[in-house]
Nanobody, 117 residues
Framework: QVQLVESGGGLVQAGGSLRLSCAAS????????MYWYRQAPGGQRELVATIASGGTTKYSDFVKGRFTISRDNAKNTVFLQMSSLKPEDTASYYCKAKPWNSTIDYWGQGTQVTVSS
């Protein structure tokens, strides 16, 4: 059974930082591409950052220079370090796993990030 469990969300003031974690089980994590998405109330889910199995990272323009995605294959965990947070970063943040040998994408349940002005 595949499980992705996000944690680390919370309430933070603008300019502050948070570190999100997503612990994976039931997949061959080291061979999986991992993603962070977010969805604001009334909005569509949007891609935030990607990290390939080999460690290559990509970011959406709205987080470049502020967010960092990383992974620890020994702990089957992907992280999202968020700095210089803005009120518009307020959203539920979701991690997604795309195993190399599966056509199925797996999602976590999300963690809420609220940035106050």
């Amino acid at each position: 059974q595949v499980q992705l469990v996000e944690s680390g969300g919370g309430l933070v003031q603008a300019g502050g930082s948070l570190r999100l974690s997503c612990a994976a089980s039931g997949i061959t994590f080291r061979f999986s591409a991992m993603y962070w998405y977010r969805q604001a109330p009334g909005g569509q889910r949007e891609l935030v950052a990607t990290i390939a199995s080999g460690g290559t990272t990509k970011y959406s323009d709205f987080v470049k220079g502020r967010f960092t995605i990383s992974r620890d294959n020994a702990k089957n965990t992907v992280f999202l370090q968020m700095s210089s947070l803005k009120p518009e970063d307020t959203a539920s943040y979701y991690c997604k796993a795309k195993p190399w040998n599966s056509t199925i994408d797996y999602w976590g349940q999300g963690t809420q990030v609220t940035v106050s002005s």
